[in-house]
């Protein structure tokens, strides 16, 4: 496991990927190859400004990232999700000069505003056929294979991965020769408490809407506590961590396909629970892991 803290910044157009002839059309109208400009960077530093000062988040393992040729990104989803996920981009685009390419929800992608402003920043429809696209070209896809039951957690689940059953990432990785990297992040479960979760019987009329707007109801969020008795959450440190690339070449000519992805989905699991283990013993010693703490850090400098 290597782990480095170092960085340099980049500027000027980042491209994702490398065009290929005859490239397939993605979903909902998102663009192919995306192209960030000075100016969207900037965009997206502001817009992250109060969560990065507020959360002051620590970077491990990065070097891993490929510098180039597709890749998958997998990671655990926190609590209520996309909160800590978006500080991982411009990270990355300063480390490793890549954009990682997202796959959002389609309820997000379904509002028009937001869709231009997702699609703008790499971001398509979670679908087989954009990944596969996305990685066959070389980009560096990000997905959560817990999905919205992961994120929408009930009360004894902190950092709890919910991968029953979920074995599409593993299968697209096989079939795309993407190697996979597991990216753990903690911080966000430990800067709210659920009060009552999506199963209390208080939270009934809740889970009637969500049904009733065609969704699952186990997707039901919880009820939140954060800095008081607010719904800001509280200034707790967020840690990301990269594992080292892992291989599929040895399952591409397995015969059952579906077990092979089995295999593969149980070794990445494996190792995105080792990085896990690595951040909570980070943040065990870590005496700037609350705000209290960088702030006597910052005055005995």
Request: one cysteine or more; proline letters at 8%; hydrophobic letters at 40%.
């Amino acid at each position: 496991m290597s782990h480095d803290r170092s960085g340099s910044a980049d500027s000027g157009v980042r491209p994702s990927g490398a065009l290929l002839l005859d490239e397939p059309e993605l979903s909902d109208g998102a663009p192919l190859a995306v192209s960030l400009t000075d100016s969207d960077l900037r965009v997206i530093e502001a817009l992250l400004a109060p969560l990065r000062a507020w959360t002051s988040p620590r970077f491990y393992g990065l070097e891993n990232i490929p510098a180039e040729g597709p890749v998958l990104l997998v990671g655990n989803h926190n609590l209520m999700g996309g909160i800590d996920a978006p500080l991982l981009l411009p990270e990355v685009l300063r480390r490793r000069g890549r954009l990682i390419r997202g796959l959002a929800e389609n309820v997000l992608i379904a509002v028009p505003g937001l869709r231009h402003f997702l699609h703008r920043y790499g971001a398509v429809r979670g679908t087989r056929g954009n990944c596969l696209a996305l990685l066959k070209r070389g980009d560096a896809v990000i997905v959560f294979p817990g999905g919205g039951r992961e994120a929408v957690r009930r009360k004894n689940e902190k950092y709890v991965l919910k991968w029953e059953g979920r074995t599409g990432f593993a299968r697209m990785a096989i079939e795309a020769g993407a190697p996979i990297v597991p990216i753990a992040m903690i911080g966000v479960d430990d800067a709210y408490d659920i009060v009552i979760d999506g199963d209390h019987p208080l939270l009934r009329p809740l889970r009637w809407t969500v049904e009733a707007l065609g969704l699952n109801p186990e997707l039901t969020p919880p009820l939140l506590r954060g800095l008081g008795p607010t719904a800001i959450p509280r200034p707790e440190r967020f840690y990301f961590s990269a594992g080292a690339p892992i291989d599929p070449a040895p399952w591409r000519d397995a015969e059952d396909l579906g077990s092979a992805a089995k295999e593969l989905r149980d070794v990445v699991r494996k190792a995105l629970e080792e990085e896990l283990k690595f951040l909570f013993a980070e943040r065990a010693r870590d005496s700037g892991r609350t705000l209290l703490g960088r702030m006597r850090g910052w005055l005995q400098r």
